[in-house]
Each structure stands twice: as C-alpha cells, then as structure tokens.
Nanobody, 115 residues
Framework: QVQLVESGGGLVQPGGSLILSCVAS????????MGWYRQAPGKQRELVAR???????NYADFVKGRSTISRDNAKTSVFLHMNSLKPEDTAVYYC?????????WGKGTLVTVSS
C-alpha cells in the first residue's frame, strides 16, 4: 500500500520561507512523477509544482521564481522550497504521486501566511 506523508507546514509571515517535505512508502517504482498541489478555502485544488523521475519540472505561474521543487535519488521523496510567501499562498498543500497511471495523495499540510 502506497502512503504519502507531508511535513513542514505551519504559520509563516508574509515574505517568509518554508520547506515542505513528502515521503512516499510502499511499493514505489522509480519511474514516477511527484508533485505538490494546494487547495485554499472555497477554491479548487490546483497544481503548484511537479517533477518527473527524469527531472522534468513544471511550476504553476503563481510560484515561478519563488519556489523550487526537488526530489531525492531514490525517487521516494519530494521537497518544495517556497520563498517570498504571500497571504494568498495560504492553503492546504498536498503531496501527489503519479505512478503506473494511478494517483496517490497525502493527507495534506496546512500553510498559513499571516502577520
């Protein structure tokens, strides 16, 4: 059974930074795509960033230039380093794993950007 566990959320001031981490466990094939989505209250879940096992990366326009996604060599962990955080970045951030045409989700970690 595949499980994703996120960590690193919390309260941060506008302009601050944080790093989100996600660890996948279970039967993980090295060929996969891992990424981060977010969902703000009253809004749909949206892609933040994703990275394939070959290193191809996509960023949503709203985080380009202030976020970096990376992953470990074992292809079981993914990280999102976010800078210059804004109040509108407040959301639950979910880790996502796409593997063998199936999607897996973590339970999410709350990021609150507020002074």
């Amino acid at each position: 059974q595949v499980q994703l566990v996120e960590s690193g959320g919390g309260l941060v001031q506008p302009g601050g930074s944080l790093i989100l981490s996600c660890v996948a466990s279970g039967s993980i094939f090295r060929s996969n795509t891992m990424g981060w989505y977010r969902q703000a209250p009253g809004k749909q879940r949206e892609l933040v960033a994703r990275i394939t096992s070959s290193g191809s990366i996509n960023y949503a326009d709203f985080v380009k230039g202030r976020s970096t996604i990376s992953r470990d060599n074992a292809k079981t962990s993914v990280f999102l380093h976010m800078n210059s955080l804004k109040p509108e970045d407040t959301a639950v951030y979910y880790c996502n794993l796409l593997m063998l045409f199936r999607e897996y989700w973590g339970k999410g970690t709350l990021v609150t950007v507020s002074s």
